[in-house]
């Protein structure tokens, strides 16, 4: 069965501190790895997909990594409007290669 | 394209009665998948069609969900009787093609069985 933890459940950060969050998957063949925000009250927004170890994609202030057992968000000078739950997903190939498993999400604050 | 398009946003009802959420994908769009959202257990892939079949229903929690999609612009995900456990928020994502897991996710429906 495929598996995303995602570490912290919640972290704050003043507005410029860096940092990052974490995604550690289990599956038995990954198709592609998949970064989503969600804000309150909103479905979630595709960011990135990451298809192999060493692969990185950049969007402003957010850049994705990807090893072959997790992957990392980092948040470089955030600013308050980058508050919002960040989720990460999977998709294997095989049975069911069609779906996403997502994770429970960390969910940023950025104090101003 | 006015991106996915959920009705109610929200529903309040009570144990026994019946609830029926509504999704119009993006136009284009062969597959739809139906989630639930709850703090505990984050999202859930309950159901998806492509081209208006079902595919794979093993998320559905039990027989008294059941969802339906009876042409490419219309979907509807049903629970009948209704149960306090079964309030969540529940999303319907479409996407097209197979080779993406780029979902596009309709705002949601937040469901309150009291």
């Known amino acids: 069965e495929d598996q995303v933890t995602q570490s912290p459940e919640a972290l704050r950060l003043q507005e410029g501190e860096s940092s990052s969050l974490n995604c550690s998957y289990t599956v038995s063949g990954l198709r592609g790895l998949f970064w989503y925000r969600q804000d309150p009250g909103k479905g979630p927004e595709f960011l990135f997909t990451?298809?192999?170890a060493g692969e990185e994609k950049e969007k402003e202030r957010l850049k994705a990594t990807l090893t072959k057992k997790e992957s990392f968000l980092h948040i470089t000078a955030p600013k308050p409007e980058d508050s919002a739950t960040y989720l990460c997903a999977v998709q294997a190939y095989g049975a069911g290669s069609y779906q996403l498993t997502f994770g429970k999400g960390t969910k940023l604050s950025v104090i101003p | 394209d006015a991106g996915v398009i959920q009705s109610p946003r929200h529903e309040v009802t009570e144990m026994g009665q019946e609830v029926t959420l509504r999704c119009k994908p993006i136009s284009g769009h062969d597959y739809l998948f139906w989630y639930r959202q709850t703090m505990m257990r984050g999202l859930e892939l309950l159901i998806y069609f492509n081209n208006n079949v079902p595919i794979d229903d093993s998320g559905m929690p039990e027989d008294r969900f059941s969802a339906k999609m009876p042409n490419a612009s219309f979907s509807t995900l049903k629970i009948q009787p209704s149960e306090p456990r079964d309030s969540a928020v529940y999303f319907c994502?479409?996407?097209?093609?197979?080779?993406?897991?780029?979902?596009?996710f309709g705002e949601g429906s937040r469901l309150t069985v009291l």
């Open positions: 990451l298809y192999s």
């Open positions: 994502a479409s996407r097209q093609g197979a080779n993406t897991g780029e979902l596009f």
